[in-house]
């Protein structure tokens, strides 16, 4: 039998521009996608985020074998562990002569694989991930002409070299960013008419998914009661013009607002799509310029939308791999305490936190604010070790995948990296959650007060941070003041919010036990 060449496709591979469909000889080359156990319990995953990337998995296997190519495939019935479990079995069953594969989103998984060919003698080729927008060392080159990374000027590289958003060689506008436009919040009546989200019901591919979970993988975090994610390439483009017909108008000026009970407001719920590639960035992008050419939608909208994809996106990316193997050691603030019990049950009396915990429980699903100013700014302030708090944003987000999420939770939420993504840590007290939603409005505790019983923990954590690190704060230009802060309060102010947060800390998830 003539050996063939195994091409690897991933579950966040799931796009037919891919490279490895170019060169395929469809008479000896095999296809490859595996469902493991790891990918779901290591860390453990929100179920839907499992019921999201098998579900994609199992449609785009049926499109493969539509076109008939060769595919093999394993499902969690198949009880692999792991994808050298699963490979091991392929190449103990069919004479391979070498691999191919698109370059994983997760440099741990890379290595794995290539481990596991290498000790059956067989080379593997990497193929470029075509899917984004920057080129193969592309972000290197700029890299090494600046003495340090910044986003803005990164994003600024793209438009100008892209032409996105440019007119005769200027930004549209005349402005690279709107981000002042973009920070406002709701007035005391709430959001205005909140488009209705597209319905996926459940097919029989999500079903099946779903029952094996139960069966194979029964002790995942999360609900699943309200599964509503677009799981093949049309739904993803139904959801696309959904957003830029709906939403985009409105997402310019509330993209940092938070609301109770209502955990999408006017985002786009695309990033799922985008980060598995059902989606490419370059036809998001494409449908939210034609949008504002159109006059459909604002400035402020379309250019914060296209920033958060073109600028953030490829820039999270470039430092994900350029820091690849470094990553998971970061741990610069020595934080050391555990995460606690509420990021997996909810449970606790702090609105803020209970609404931003509960909808990625149900959902799997935070808008970036909430990541970041919610459940990343209490864990910062908490102190939780940060593989501990990256475990839990990679498992529980159904768009997670560790080139974005990583740098995102490591760098930019918890200032692990010492100031790789980000210039400072990202902390606020309970005045900004306030500011930006009425969760404090339906909560115990005052947003304004540090001690007492009724003190706001976000404040109180706030203000022992800025203690704990008083050297690094005050050194940092920008958070110069809130240092100069704390030293004009009284000792005796200073001794009561280190006394409240003491308190906290000790007695914070055993309360949360028995509520």
Same mark, same amino acid.
Not at 186 to 209: C, K, L, M, R, W
Not at 332 to 351: E, F, G, S
């Given at each position: 039998m003539t050996a063939s060449t195994l091409n690897l496709i991933l579950g966040d591979q799931l796009n037919w521009d891919s490279l490895i469909w170019q060169d395929v000889d469809k008479? =000896?080359? $095999?296809?490859?996608? @595996?469902?493991? %156990?790891?990918?779901?319990?290591? *860390?453990?995953?929100?179920?839907?985020?499992?019921?999201?990337?098998?579900?994609?998995?199992?449609?785009?296997?049926?499109?493969?074998?539509?076109?008939?190519?060769?595919?093999?495939?394993?499902?969690?019935?198949?009880?692999?562990?792991?994808?050298?479990?699963?490979?091991? =079995?392929? $190449?103990?069953?069919? @004479?391979?002569? %070498?691999?191919?594969?698109?370059? *994983?989103?997760?440099?741990?998984?890379?290595?794995?694989?290539?481990?596991?060919?290498?000790?059956h003698s067989i080379e593997i080729e990497w193929i470029e991930d075509n899917h984004f927008i920057a080129k193969r060392g592309e972000f290197k080159q700029w890299l090494s002409e600046r003495k340090q990374p910044t986003m803005e000027y990164w994003y600024r590289h793209l438009r100008k070299s892209r032409r996105i958003l440019m007119v005769d060689g200027k930004p549209v506008g005349d402005k690279w960013n709107f981000d002042k436009n973009n920070r406002t919040s709701?007035?005391?009546?709430?959001?205005?008419?909140?488009?209705?989200?597209?319905?996926?019901?459940?097919?029989?591919?999500?079903?099946?998914?779903?029952?094996d979970i139960d069966t194979y993988l029964p002790s995942l975090g999360g609900n699943i009661d309200e599964f509503n994610w677009p799981i093949t390439r049309r739904q993803a483009l139904y959801q696309l013009r959904h957003f830029i017909d709906n939403c985009l108008p409105q997402f310019?000026?509330?993209?940092?607002?938070?609301?109770?009970?209502?955990?999408?407001?006017?985002?786009?719920r695309l990033s799922a799509s985008l980060n598995v590639k059902?989606?490419?960035?370059?036809?998001?992008?494409?449908?939210?310029?034609?949008?504002?050419?159109?006059?459909k939608a604002p400035i402020n909208a379309v250019e914060g939308f296209i920033r958060q994809i073109l600028g953030w996106r490829e820039y999270i990316r470039g430092l994900y791999w350029t820091h690849r193997d470094e990553w998971l050691d970061f741990?610069?603030?020595?934080?050391?305490?555990?995460?606690?019990?509420?990021?997996?049950?909810?449970?606790?009396?702090?609105?803020c936190l209970h609404q931003s915990v509960k909808q990625v429980l149900n959902y799997g699903y935070g808008h970036h604010i909430q990541r970041l100013m919610v459940t990343g700014l209490f864990a910062l302030l908490w102190q939780v070790k940060p593989k501990q708090i990256h475990q839990w944003y990679l498992?529980?987000?159904?768009?997670?995948?560790?080139?974005?999420?990583v740098p995102n939770t490591l760098g930019m939420s918890q200032y692990a990296d010492g100031g790789i993504v980000g210039s400072k840590p990202y902390i606020a007290s309970g005045a900004y959650?306030?500011?930006?939603?009425?969760?404090?409005?339906?909560?115990?505790?005052?947003?304004?007060?540090?001690?007492?019983?009724?003190?706001?923990?976000?404040?109180?954590?706030?203000?022992?941070?800025?203690?704990?690190?008083?050297?690094?704060?005050?050194?940092?230009?920008?958070l110069a003041m809130q240092a100069k802060n704390w030293s004009n309060k009284s000792a005796s102010d200073q001794h009561d919010i280190r006394e409240r947060a003491q308190w906290l800390f000790s007695t914070m998830n055993q309360q949360e036990k028995e509520a």
């Open positions: 008479d =000896n080359d $095999l296809f490859w996608m @595996a469902e493991v %156990k790891q990918a779901s319990t290591n *860390p453990t995953s929100n179920i839907n985020r499992t019921v999201f990337f098998l579900a994609a998995m199992r449609h785009f296997a049926e499109d493969i074998q539509d076109k008939n190519y060769s595919l093999l495939y394993s499902e969690l019935k198949d009880g692999f562990d792991s994808f050298s479990d699963a490979l091991t =079995n392929t $190449l103990r069953q069919h @004479a391979i002569s %070498k691999a191919r594969g698109v370059l *994983p989103g997760d440099y741990q998984v890379m290595q794995e694989i290539e481990h596991c060919l290498k000790q709701f007035t005391s009546s709430g959001p205005d008419n909140i488009p209705n989200a597209p319905n996926y019901a459940v097919d029989d591919v999500s079903q099946s998914v779903i029952n310019g000026d509330y993209q940092d607002a938070m609301w109770t009970d209502e955990p999408f407001l006017y985002h786009a059902l989606l490419h960035p370059m036809e998001v992008i494409e449908a939210a310029q034609q949008a504002y050419e159109e006059k741990n610069a603030l020595d934080a050391q305490r555990n995460l606690p019990d509420v990021y997996w049950t909810a449970d606790t009396d702090m609105q498992g529980m987000y159904i768009d997670a995948v560790s080139w974005v999420e959650i306030n500011r930006m939603s009425n969760y404090c409005k339906h909560c115990p505790y005052d947003p304004k007060k540090a001690s007492g019983d009724d003190a706001c923990p976000i404040t109180t954590l706030y203000w022992f941070f800025i203690d704990q690190h008083n050297d690094l704060i005050s050194s940092n230009h920008r």
